[in-house]
């Protein structure tokens, strides 16, 4: 058995990882003091090194030691009732062969990642020449409601297979605070992507706050369901959508910035449910996060494009955005009457979906209603003028990039 507190030397990791699949015994410290070099016999360590984490799925808790680097060749699963410990100033370099690198953190394990604005923890590709999709991203799957799934069954993640969804709203999957996931994305098709940060089901219970997503393949954040509450959330240049919420989010975001690079799709997409599952929670719910404090940041309305895509019955509250530079604000779709399959509309004249407080900064189409609904934009939109959205410039200083 491996003791507590064992420190592993680079020679016998491999070793140590191949068998922590089975060890629920003993919790696993990479800290790489005992590397040795060909100098003469002296041991020396060093904060240079990389640390290799083997590709398994762990039943013992694994620890990150402080401004190390590391490195992952393939898919690194926590296990029901593990902890993943990252301590501040950690690197994570993948291997750059895309969707089959990636952290999961399974229902009912947790991730302790507690970076600080000085010393934030990067999870990234290891190539030299890095570039969007070269590495899956960091999933984590919680015990959350969801609306693709009766009661308290469960759904499984699009990359992994893992079971994610049930009935805790305040589940808690730990901690996530000055983490910055860059170069993810990566594809297994056409349909199964990573993002940057996948949230299944996540709860309340879980601290997420001072995210950044760059530079990814597939959207910077989504939300499978869940619950979670999420704090100063960045999002530079992903290919895809910034921030998508699906199968019943009833979460929030607050604090949030949004810039577009050359290739990207929507700031953000919001469906009310997952249309390719469709909503089967009995009785039936629609995604309904609230959304404070905000600023997306497109080309140029001459770019097209839209900053926000509502769609699937989505209902949602707006608080305090700002948009700039897209061919339109708002674009909502669905179908006419509260009983149809895609109630975009009725969430607006019910008041469940709402924006209050907004500027449009050279925006040619404020609101865009495809949703066979009959509402004036004044019935969508009020306090227009009246949005600041996020005071970037002075919570994201320091630990963000690509600014």
């Known amino acids: 058995m491996m003791k507590n507190n064992l420190v592993l030397g680079l020679a016998t990791i491999a070793l140590l990882f191949n ?61 029901e009732g593990t902890t993943l410990t990252i301590n501040e100033g950690v690197t994570i370099k993948a291997i750059a062969t895309g969707a089959d690198v990636y952290i999961a953190i399974s229902q009912g394990a947790k991730i302790i990642a507690n970076g600080s604005a000085e010393k934030p923890i990067v999870m990234t590709s290891g190539n030299s020449n890095p570039a969007a999709g070269q590495w899956g991203g960091l999933i984590v799957l919680g015990k959350a409601p969801i609306n693709s799934v009766t009661g308290s069954a469960t759904s499984t993640s699009e990359i992994g297979s893992l079971p994610y969804g049930g009935t805790d709203s305040a589940d808690n999957s730990g901690v996530l605070r000055y983490v910055r996931v860059e170069y993810s994305g990566g594809a297994a098709d056409g349909s199964s992507e990573n993002n940057g940060f996948s949230f299944y089901g996540v709860g309340a219970g879980t601290t997420i706050e001072y995210i950044q997503a760059y530079e990814g393949a597939d959207d910077g954040i989504e939300f499978f369901g869940g619950t979670a509450e999420v704090s100063y959330a960045v999002v530079i240049n992903c290919q895809d959508d910034s921030i998508d919420w699906t199968e019943g989010f009833t979460g929030s975001i607050t604090n949030a910035y949004i810039k577009h690079g050359a290739d990207h799709d929507k700031g953000f997409e919001c469906d009310g449910y997952n249309t390719d599952i469709g909503n089967l929670s009995n009785p039936k719910f629609w995604s309904k996060p609230t959304v404070t404090n905000a600023t997306i940041v497109g080309l140029g309305s001459s770019k097209g494009n839209e900053a926000i895509r509502l769609r699937a019955g989505t209902q949602g509250i707006f608080n305090n955005i700002l948009i700039e530079g897209f061919a339109e604000g708002f674009d909502l779709d669905g179908d006419a009457g509260a009983n149809s399959d895609n109630p975009t509309g009725t969430g607006v004249i019910n008041g469940d979906l709402h924006v209050t407080n907004i500027t449009f900064i050279d925006v040619t189409t404020k609101t865009k209603n495809d949703t066979g609904d009959t509402f004036s934009e004044t019935d969508f939109i009020s306090g227009e003028g009246q949005g600041t959205g996020t005071d970037y410039a002075t919570w994201g200083a320091n630990w963000t990039v690509g600014n």
Request: glycine share 10%; proline share 2%; hydrophobic share 30%.
């Open 19 to 79: 068998s922590c699949a089975t060890d629920d015994t003993a919790d696993i410290y990479i800290t790489d003091n005992s590397v040795i070099h060909n100098n003469g016999g002296g041991n020396t360590g060093s904060n240079d090194e990389e640390i290799a984490i083997g590709a398994a799925e762990y039943s013992s808790d694994l620890t990150l030691e402080a401004n190390r680097t590391y490195t992952i060749s393939g898919p690194v699963i926590m296990a």
